[in-house]
């Protein structure tokens, strides 16, 4: 059997699970739109009467287990296109298709009403990290439950569940007539790893995601009582090491003491990254680095922040960074280097007295305005293998990376975002410097010369690349309600 038929086949079983009853108050809207403009169907009043049908639909997302890292769900990414691109027709695009990359498939898709009008390009990816591990998940990962007022699943927020807001506002707005501008949607398959081929994508196809402003929800907010909207993120640069002292492993009796052992160099390599205040010790590192004016950090200060509750939340008893600098100036406007995995040597049950040949690890810096990610993935690479004692030999390969980003607060779509959200919170959003990134977004402003607006939704506690992620179904239907004062005020 083709794997076009395989991917119909599974469509049509996840299809089969929609569980969307006939909704009498969807149908009575319809029917009064004979005798009335649907277009004054108020907003809440739509999600209340197919709030079951949405969470369905996003559920049918959700259900693919599109991990992009991981090669054996390759096929799960082509269902998931293909899932989204039903979606979008069904949510009233005019056109929709399932494009090629040099890696995972784009889904593209638009409604244009009049040339004449700007031009809306949402974005959003449709992978997920993967789950491991899975003994910490409360729930099965890829069958989300809807308990506590929450969706829990994997992709329940990150993007899938943020990404569905923009379908389901979409569709009120087409279904009632209150679309003002055109639109555009592109959602992507590689975002977690890096979106290597959608560089590729957007420069081939420029005049096809031609746009006045790229709408994105992929960050998070303060507070469901602070809203807030991200103004900048961090860059990226991530590399894989490997360590090598002996040429196969060695009893550690026998030989430990004198030869080296690849996981204690490494350990020390590593530690050397830092020195006593926090500081990252590779050499020209802060060279480009915009230092943020007293007036600036003045004003990032006003955001509420508890420190103590902070750090209960995350179970620790103190907090560790760069000298000088607050805990929100630490994840928004310095840069950090973390390792992500360290191993070698022997993890098996029980004991194994060995000396390991190797040692790996995954290092991630997270990088700030101004800063080139090519030239510190580069100042990485000859400073961690220049350090390495003659006793070992170490291979330093970069993986992915991308700029950081920064949206001006005077830019006439970040002012519809600030009203819109004002409308629906109640108060003025505050802007933030998420310490997150999102690499393509500085893409997108070198390729297509469009600047992004970072409307997320999500919050702190949603556990976005850890296990028992989840979305609060009020900030899943406040999206939803928000979105299209988005359009109304951008329009204007």
């Not at 049509?12 to 969807?26: C, D, E, H, V």
């Not at 923009?166 to 790893?193: D, Q, S």
């Not at 919050?459 to 239907?477: C, G, K, T, V």
Request: proline share 6%; net charge negative.
């Amino acid at each position: 059997m083709s794997a076009p038929i395989l991917v119909q086949d599974r469509l049509g079983q996840i299809r089969s699970r929609k569980k969307t009853p006939a909704n009498p108050i969807l149908f009575l809207n319809f029917a009064l739109s004979n005798a009335y403009n649907i277009k004054y169907i108020n907003m809440k009043s739509y999600i209340e009467a197919n709030k079951d049908r949405f969470l369905e639909e996003l559920f049918s997302l959700i259900r693919i287990p599109s991990i992009s890292s991981e090669q054996e769900h390759k096929p799960d990414m082509v269902l998931c296109a293909e899932r989204w691109k039903e979606l979008l027709l069904e949510a009233g695009v005019d056109k929709a298709e399932v494009m090629p990359t040099a890696g995972n498939p784009v889904v593209y898709s638009e409604k244009i009403i009049d040339p004449t009008k700007p031009t809306v390009l949402v974005y959003g990816h449709y992978d997920v990290m993967p789950v491991a591990p899975l003994e910490l998940w409360r729930t099965s990962p890829f069958e989300p439950v809807v308990r506590d007022g929450h969706i829990w699943a994997r992709g329940a927020d990150d993007d899938k569940g943020q990404s569905f807001m923009h379908a389901k506002a979409f569709e009120w707005m087409v279904r009632t007539g209150n679309l003002p501008c055109n639109v555009k949607f592109m959602l992507e398959g590689e975002e977690e790893i890096g979106s290597p081929s959608l560089y590729g994508f957007c420069e081939e196809h420029k005049d096809l995601l031609k746009a006045d402003v790229i709408l994105v929800s992929d960050t998070s907010m303060i507070a469901t009582d602070v809203p807030s909207i991200t103004s900048g993120l961090r860059g990226l640069c991530y590399w894989e090491v490997e360590v090598t002292g002996a040429n196969h492993d060695l009893h550690s009796g026998i030989f430990g003491g004198a030869v080296a052992n690849p996981i204690n160099i490494l350990c020390k390599m590593i530690a050397d990254l830092h020195d006593a205040d926090g500081h990252i010790t590779i050499p020209g590192f802060y060279d480009d680095v915009l230092v943020l004016g007293d007036e600036e950090r003045t004003l990032m200060a006003q955001a509420p922040f508890d420190e103590e509750q902070y750090k209960k939340n995350l179970g620790v008893r103190a907090l560790k960074g760069e000298k000088g600098f607050s805990t929100k100036e630490r994840t928004g406007i310095r840069p950090c280097l973390d390792v992500c995995g360290i191993w070698g040597g022997y993890t098996g049950e029980g004991s194994k007295t060995v000396l390991p040949s190797k040692a790996y690890a995954k290092i991630s810096t997270r990088l700030v305005a101004n800063q080139d990610y090519e030239k510190v993935s580069r100042q990485f690479v000859e400073y961690f293998e220049a350090a390495a004692p003659e006793c070992v030999s170490v291979k330093v390969k970069p993986c992915h990376g991308g700029a950081a980003y920064v949206a001006p607060l005077d830019l006439k779509a970040y002012r519809a975002a600030e009203r819109a959200m004002q409308e629906v919170y109640g108060q003025r959003p505050i802007p933030t410097r998420s310490g997150g990134s999102i690499p393509i977004v500085a893409g997108f402003e070198k390729i297509l010369g469009i600047k992004s607006i970072l409307m997320g939704f999500g919050l702190a506690s949603d556990d976005i690349h850890a296990p028992n992620e989840n979305y609060p179904l009020e900030q899943f239907f406040r999206g939803i309600e928000t979105i299209p004062l988005f359009y109304k005020y951008f329009a204007e």
